[in-house]
């Protein structure tokens, strides 16, 4: 048993992170200060083969894993957290297409996904709350071979630039009165369906969040991803499997941030005559921070490796609740080792903080995460 | 071995130098051991010297120009075998084949001896292609070794056309033109296939690997060879094949001082454009 990359996956880790030296990491504060999207660089992540790095390549893939695209997000998150929720919630997406969809959607959808014209999204939360899903209100009625969508979607990423987007939708009810759901695809330019708000966030600028708004919107039953009525099993699926991960992926990129940034203002900055880094304080905020980050690094590319192997349970929520508490931790810590710089924003430390903490609720917070873990942890031991 | 130069043919056979090299960026963690005088390299990741990527750039370029799918790029590395994952990159970028040379008696040549091993390698090479590679592409000095020796000395032992600091290159039917950069003018040189170039950083911007080129390199061979299996005098390579003796190998103690120009903006300035005069910038 080991816990090391294979030869490829590390050529793969250094080719990503050249790819984010030069195409990202010149450009992230200057998105983050202008709230700006670069949709100019996606059909360069489809370059990269970013876009579609688990996807089999009969479809345009590279026909790689779950753990490859782990290590894909972290690498973009690195740089920039925002950027890399366009890429996660894209692949969000097109997994629900991928794992459920007909042949006929993949060979319609797939390819462009993979080179970056077309960016995929997924839309389940609602005004009226994001854990709960099952409450969820927008309605899709089916007459003939036809939907008719009726709903407002919020805090939807990609809102504003998806090409297709998957929707939760609420499709009718079991014997006993239970909401039955059904995932349905729109193309964006659908007559009724469009983004409504963006949301002027706190952090994680760089990709759009906002409304998605469907009025009589009319799409064919060949819309629909999986059978009709088990939405609900595939958007939890998707959500607790790729979802997850990618949101532990994006923190871990957010976290080695701060241990890099870390080390290199404390061997930089001198006081007293000498480095920052020789006094025991700092040298146990940075030690702190590291074993925050291979933790973290640890849980994620395991429950990836098992998800890779076919089996993964609460792994990825154990994952995503320790990991995004890590980088908020880290980032505060990087902030206070650097003390009056790290609260200024030439320096990028406030902008890890800030997006740390918007990757807290996104995919579910952390207390929606412990009781899927407590839930688990009830039934195994 | 020549064989006769196929006249106005439109697709090429290019083959690239690549030199694994410490990671240049890691470059303030190579410590040298004083009393050996050798450089201290351990734990400092290898990457693909800055302008053999160039090259193989320049390579890539000059075969999709003249038609990628006939043409054909291979590159060739003298490293320790533990670099063989940078050769593996260099399929991964985009050439066709690669071929390592590996064995303790290539170890700690000099430039004399390393181009001797390359020289035979490419004479190897082009015996079992049975045709000359148009172009030998290299970078003009090494990160690491900097001696801007090796593409030169090779050419020499191959008897071919050698033009180095090329920041821009072109080939048509057969006759290269290279631009190179000198302190003052820029040079035009005009030379005959078949040409061994160094190139600068200036000449290109490499390719990104991308994942999909990672999944290529897999089918793409990777051919090993220890001295055994090249034509070669081992008295020739390696330590013992090398002329060069380094001097005294140091580091240099670097010291910054603090100084006050002036105490008012106009001053300082003005104290500033003095230093900067006087050191003729
Ligand atoms: C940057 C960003 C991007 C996002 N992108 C998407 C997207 O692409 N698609 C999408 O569908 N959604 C997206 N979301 C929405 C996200 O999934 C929700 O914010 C999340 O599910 C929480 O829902 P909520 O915001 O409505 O909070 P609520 O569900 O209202 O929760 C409020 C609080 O109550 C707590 N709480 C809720 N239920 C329980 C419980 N049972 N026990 C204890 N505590 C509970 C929560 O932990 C939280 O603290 C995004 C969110 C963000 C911030």
């Known amino acids: ?381 | 071995m020549h064989s006769p130069r196929r006249s106005h043919h439109l697709f090429m056979n290019i083959l690239v130098l690549v030199k694994p090299v410490p990671d240049p960026e890691r470059e303030k963690d190579i410590k040298v051991d004083v009393a050996s005088g050798r450089l201290i390299r351990e734990g400092i990741p290898m990457v693909i010297d800055p302008e053999s990527r160039n090259a193989l750039e320049a390579a890539l370029q000059l075969a999709e120009k003249s038609g990628r799918e006939q043409s054909a790029v291979a590159v060739l590395a003298m490293a320790p075998e533990q670099a063989r994952d940078k050769l593996t990159e260099a399929l991964a970028m985009g050439a066709d084949e690669a071929y390592m040379l590996s064995d303790r008696a290539f170890g700690g040549a000099d430039t004399f001896a390393t181009s001797y091993t390359l020289a035979q390698a490419v004479r190897k090479i082009e015996d079992e292609k049975g045709f000359v590679f148009d172009l030998v592409l290299a970078g003009t000095s090494s990160s690491d070794g900097g001696t801007s020796h090796v593409a030169v000395q090779t050419a020499e032992w191959l008897g071919r056309t050698h033009i180095s600091n090329v920041c821009s290159l072109d080939v048509n039917d057969g006759v290269v033109r290279a631009v190179k950069r000198s302190e003052e003018v820029m040079l035009s040189f005009e030379g005959e296939e078949p040409a061994v170039i160094g190139v600068t950083r200036d000449i290109n911007r490499p390719r990104f690997v991308t994942a999909m080129g990672i999944i290529k390199a897999r089918k793409r061979p990777l051919t090993l060879w220890s001295a055994d299996d090249l034509e070669i005098d081992t008295m020739r390579t390696g330590l013992v094949g090398s002329p060069t003796r380094p001097g005294r190998m140091f580091e240099p103690e670097q010291k910054r001082a603090g100084e006050t120009i002036g105490d008012t903006p106009e001053e300082a300035a003005a104290g500033i454009l003095r230093i900067i005069r006087k050191a003729g910038l």
């Not at chain 1, 009056?340 to 995919?363: H, K, M, Q, T, W």
């Open chain 1, 1 to 381: 048993m080991d816990f090391n990359f294979t030869e490829e996956q590390v050529m793969l880790r250094e080719a990503f992170a050249q790819f984010a030296k030069e195409e990202i990491a010149p450009y992230a504060a200057k998105w983050d200060e202008e709230d700006y999207v670069p949709m100019e660089i996606v059909p360069k992540l489809g370059e990269m083969g970013i876009m579609g790095v688990f996807v089999p390549e009969q479809y345009g893939g590279v026909g790689l894993g779950h753990v490859e695209r782990c290590i894909a997000l972290e690498e973009v998150a690195r740089y920039s957290a925002g950027l890399a929720m366009m890429v996660f919630t894209h692949h969000l997406g097109l997994a629900a297409i991928l794992d459920y969809g007909t042949e006929e959607q993949k060979q319609k959808w797939l390819p462009g996904m993979c080179d970056g014209s077309c960016v995929c999204g997924l839309a389940v939360t609602e005004p009226g709350g994001g854990s709960d899903v099952a409450g969820l209100k927008t309605v899709a009625e089916l007459e003939g071979d036809t939907w008719t969508i009726n709903g407002r979607k919020c805090f939807i990423t990609n809102s504003h630039c998806a090409g297709v987007t998957v929707v939760t939708c609420r499709t009718g009810e079991d014997e006993k009165g239970r909401p039955l759901m059904s995932t349905i695809a729109i193309e964006a330019g659908t007559e009724g369906f469009k983004p409504g708000r963006e949301e002027n966030k706190m952090g994680l600028k760089g990709s759009y969040t906002g409304e998605l708004i469907m009025d009589n919107v009319k799409v064919p039953v060949s819309n629909t991803v999986g059978e009709p009525g088990k939405g609900m099993a595939i958007t939890m699926k998707e959500l607790g499997e790729v979802g997850r991960a990618s949101m532990a992926a994006i923190e871990l990129g957010i976290l080695r941030a701060c241990l890099e940034d870390a080390v290199a203002f404390a061997k930089e900055r001198v006081l007293y005559g000498k480095p920052l880094s020789k006094l025991q304080a700092i040298q146990f905020n940075i030690a702190e921070i590291r074993c925050d980050y291979e933790a973290s690094r640890l849980m994620l590319y395991n429950a990836a490796a098992m998800k890779d192997a076919g089996k993964v349970g609460a792994e990825f929520s154990m994952a995503k609740y320790f990991t995004s508490e890590a980088a908020v931790r880290s980032a505060r810590r990087l902030i206070e080792i650097m003390g009056g710089y790290g609260f200024v924003n030439e320096y990028p430390a406030g902008r890890y903080l800030r997006d740390a903490i918007g990757c807290v609720p996104s995919c579910g917070t952390s207390e929606i995460q412990k009781m899927i873990v407590a839930g688990e942890t009830l039934k195994k031991f």
